[in-house]
């Protein structure tokens, strides 16, 4: 076999050009792009996430009152000396599952779903909106003053709260528990939270806490019933049988919410604050909160990163630099490139790519656009590098392919045929 040293010119080219031929060019040159500095602005951003701020957490949370006020569900602990407990013995004494409450006194007593107290030898008692000493001195003036059934200077009337009443709500978590965050855990938990505590806040605190950076920054609360659903489930399907012509209607309108469905955002841009109210973070009895994964919020790679799916930070803005570098893409040069010369490597960036001389300077992002059409956006990576208004951002189903451009590919060849042809003559010199 020849040395290459001694091959002509011609050859040479010759060589390089089959070189090139298998290398991956075609693929390159029939990816055609847009510069970014040509692409209309929209299509480039979107809501800056950098811009958003966390939500208050006392949005969340409903105003705890002043006083505790009774409803259906309280059980309360009643002691009537003589009427509802006997004369010579003491009143029973209860200690409730909840360290929070003190012991309760008396027998237990449920306040009804009319809000009132079914008690001996009188009629049911409204009881329901008032505190515990209201209600007390109306029990005591039911038995005293209107029926006269124990002295007024000798009654013995205890009321205390044996247990508060609760709301029992379904929370459905969809967080991922894989490292990529793309498989779906899907936890649920059935919570009885305890009057003035029936809120998103509570909620979330009972079932592990604020949402993750692998979920949605949003909490969904479906109320009603099957009913209501079912109605819902209607309405859509006339709304797409109205639009089915319309070849942008599911790719780019967004479905009305449903009537019982509330949304609750946990980040928002200052120049727009969240609209909704108190009562519309209080929950009640049967009522869903599911918080979404983010799933399809992912950017795809390809070329000289080689194939991948990557999601995009949920909480901050990633530009094309960041998400090759989440990529493990190469990105400029540790040295000079001569270093790389003989094997001793002068490509730098530590990623896919690395071992080539001559790193990948061109990126092309391949975006869809509404109606199912698509733009690919050139950029240059060295322009980036310099400055931020090159960096476009990346958006979910973005495809990323690094290339090389011709200069880069001929000049890894180059290098590659100067490498092999410098050992090559090391060989020889040293008898092989």
Do not use: W
């Amino acid at each position: 076999m020849a040395d290459l040293h001694k091959l002509s010119p011609a050859m040479l080219t010759a060589a390089v050009v089959c070189l090139l031929a298998g290398s991956g060019c075609s693929f390159n040159q029939n990816l055609n792009a847009v510069p970014a500095a040509r692409v209309p602005r929209d299509l480039l951003t979107a809501d800056l996430k950098d811009d958003f701020e966390d939500i208050s957490l006392l949005r969340l949370r409903q105003d705890p009152p002043t006083d505790y006020l009774l409803g259906p569900g309280d059980v309360l602990g009643i002691y009537i000396k003589g009427v509802l407990g006997d004369k010579d013995e003491l009143p029973p004494v209860h200690y409730p599952e909840d360290s929070s409450m003190p012991p309760a006194v008396g027998y237990p007593v449920p306040i009804r779903e009319d809000g009132t107290l079914a008690l001996p030898y009188i009629d049911p008692l409204k009881v329901e909106g008032m505190s515990l000493v209201d209600a007390t001195t109306q029990i005591r003036n039911a038995y005293t003053l209107q029926a006269d059934i124990v002295k007024s200077d000798r009654d013995q009337i205890i009321v205390t709260m044996i247990r508060k009443r609760t709301v029992r709500v379904l929370v459905i978590r969809e967080e991922s528990g894989g490292v990529e965050g793309v498989s779906k855990r899907g936890t649920g938990h059935v919570v009885d939270l305890p009057a003035y505590e029936n809120d998103v806040l509570h909620a979330l605190s009972e079932t592990g806490g604020m949402p993750g950076t692998d979920a949605k920054n949003e909490v969904l609360i479906y109320r009603g019933m099957f009913s209501d659903a079912v109605n819902y489930d209607a309405l859509m399907n006339g709304i797409c049988l109205d639009n089915c012509q319309d070849p942008c209607f599911c790719n780019e309108a967004p479905l009305p919410d449903a009537p019982n469905v509330t949304r609750i955002p946990l980040r928002y841009h200052p120049a727009s604050p969240p609209v909704f109210s108190q009562q519309d973070v209080i929950l009640g009895e049967g009522d869903i909160l599911i918080i979404r994964s983010r799933d399809d919020e992912t950017f795809f790679t390809a070329g000289v990163l080689g194939g991948g799916e990557f999601p995009l930070p949920r909480d901050k803005d990633l530009d094309i630099i960041g998400a090759i570098a989440i990529a493990g893409g190469p990105l400029g040069s540790a040295g000079t490139g001569v270093g790389g010369i003989g094997g001793r490597g002068g490509a730098g960036g530590g990623g896919r790519g690395g071992s080539q001389f001559c790193q990948p300077s061109e990126a092309v992002v391949i975006r869809e656009l509404p109606c199912g059409n698509q733009i690919s956006i050139k950029v240059d990576l060295n322009k980036a590098l310099a400055s931020r208004s090159e960096r476009i951002l990346i958006q979910p189903n973005d495809v990323i392919v690094l290339r090389y451009t011709l200069a880069e590919e001929v000049g890894n060849v180059m290098l590659n045929l100067f490498q092999f042809n410098f050992l090559l003559n090391g060989f020889s010199g040293n008898g092989f």
